[in-house]
């Protein structure tokens, strides 16, 4: 785990200098940090901005996102062309790039259906493993251990996965604050394409060595 630490950290000041280098060229950089007034607190004044200003402010961002994402979820595992459904047609599709990089289609694709949030990645997994048709929960760890070696995983699959959960795209919601912040979907789409690119291209990397010099069983 501290390995995965290092290596995020040590590619995000690489990516840093090449933006610095290249997209940001002669653009100067400051970090600015203002502080509030010293004062007294008051503490039902703070409860009730945190709750306007911050806590329904972003759920309410969570639920416009998580609302035609949930409906997206559920066409895709429901609706059926013949007697295949959506989601397996889209597994079908990214199995070869999926397998080109070190996992599976069913990943690729929860990779992709979890944009409105992250957390429900793993819930994706199984719903594209045992064809529920719904979002599926494990009741514990030997649980799913099972479902995803009966899925054909290695240890291999897991390092891909583990590599694309830490440099993947935001989650919509995070994506949401990018643009408010910029104000400017080009670097919305920068900070999608680059921690998606940075991940694929590493797991890349990874699986055409250990196919090379079969490193990992």
């Known amino acids: 785990m501290a390995l995965f630490i290092v ?13 610095s280098k290249t997209l940001l060229k002669g653009i100067s950089s400051s970090f600015v940090l203002e502080l509030p007034p010293y004062r007294r607190p008051k503490v039902g004044s703070i409860i009730i901005r945190s709750l306007l200003d911050r806590t329904l402010f972003v759920l309410a961002r969570a639920v416009c996102v998580a609302a035609p994402a949930g409906l997206i979820i559920w066409i895709m595992g429901n609706v059926r062309l013949g007697d295949v459904s959506l989601l397996s047609l889209s597994v079908d599709f990214f199995q070869p790039f999926g397998r080109l990089i070190g996992v599976d289609g069913v990943i690729v694709v929860a990779f992709i259906l979890s944009f409105p949030a992250n957390e429900i990645l793993i819930p994706i997994m199984l719903m594209g493993y045992m064809a529920t048709g719904v979002l599926t929960d494990y009741t514990s760890l030997s649980q799913l251990q099972g479902i995803l070696q009966d899925a054909g995983w290695t240890s291999q699959t897991a390092l891909s996965v583990m590599l694309l959960c830490l440099f993947h795209f935001p989650c919509a919601t995070s994506c949401l604050t990018v643009k408010k912040e910029t104000g400017s979907w080009k670097w919305t789409g920068l900070s999608i394409l680059l921690p998606a690119a940075s991940g694929t291209l590493i797991c890349l990397i990874i699986n055409m060595a250990v196919q090379l010099f079969h490193l990992i069983s």
């Open 7 to 19: 290596l995020g950290i040590v590619f995000t000041m690489a990516v840093s200098k090449l933006l």
